[in-house]
């Protein structure tokens, strides 16, 4: 069942939503589906329609959320502008939104899933917030190598000290004592961004960042069930293992 939220937000231009794909089941697990381009665009495909094709056992007990950003969403704080604050936008009011849909259940464990400019986001996010997001599955990630950033993030970030704060790999370096212990990251690839892909291996290895890194068969650099099934698939491993006694009384 899909539902959809229209969100009022301080944080972002008027006409951003959220929607929900749920589970026939209780729901066991929220996964934030990140996306790569601002509002509803469609250029990469819909997450949640390639979701809905996922075998059933990748999709039992996960209520699958979408938001959508009123511009590229890199999930940044602008340096000045009130109306391009992505990250407290997630933080503030989509999460909040979707756990309110939940009614009086107990929260379950908050995962982040993403490729592209997604994949960037969600291991940003899962650094700076570690206590939020329990695990981040992403595919072809963008900008965990040497090269500068995209244009569309410097204008999202509105300066260069802001820009400086969601640098990717400075923020796995600034919290990596926080990601050490358990395994949280799942890294995937390899799609278009291959150098991404090998850089932030060696980086998370370099850190002593617990993670599974793999290789699957090169797919198109878009929302697509070729990648989504692995990454969803090493997603409900690492859950197993954070969580290993609630999976056993759910089990």
């Known amino acids: 069942m899909l539902s959809r939220v229209l969100l009022e937000s301080p944080f972002q231009q008027p006409g951003t939503e959220v929607t929900m794909l749920w589970p026939d ?4 697990r929220l996964v934030l589906v990140l996306p790569v381009e601002k509002g509803d665009g469609t250029k990469y495909g819909r997450g949640l329609d390639e979701i ?5 056992d ?15 969403p890199w999930l940044v704080n602008h340096a000045s502008r009130a109306d391009c604050q992505q990250e407290d936008h997630l933080l503030r009011v989509v999460v909040p939104t979707v756990l309110a849909a939940l009614g009086e259940q ?21 650094a700076r917030h570690p206590r939020v997001f329990a695990a981040a599955s992403v595919w072809d990630p963008s900008l965990l ?18 820009l400086d704060a969601y640098d990717v790999r400075l923020n796995l370096r600034r919290h990596a004592a926080a990601l050490r212990g358990a395994r949280r ?19 998370l290895a370099a850190l002593d960042i617990p993670h599974r890194a793999y290789r699957d068969a090169p797919a198109e650099h878009r929302w697509d069930t070729a990648w989504l099934a692995p990454a969803m698939r090493r997603l409900l491993t690492l859950e197993s293992r954070l969580h290993p006694d609630r999976n056993a009384q759910e089990g």
């Open 25 to 28: 089941q209780r729901v066991r």
């Open 52 to 56: 809905r094709l996922l075998p059933a």
């Open 58 to 72: 990748l999709r039992d007990g996960t209520l699958f959320a979408a938001p959508t950003f009123s511009a590229s």
């Open 106 to 126: 107990e929260r379950p464990p908050l995962h982040l899933l993403g490729f592209s400019k997604g994949g960037f986001a969600a291991l940003n996010l899962l």
């Open 145 to 162: 190598s040497d090269r500068p950033p995209h244009p569309q993030l410097v204008e999202a970030a509105g300066s260069a000290a802001r």
């Open 185 to 203: 990251i799942a890294l995937g690839g390899v799609g278009t961004l291959e150098a991404d892909w090998i850089a932030g291996r060696q980086l």
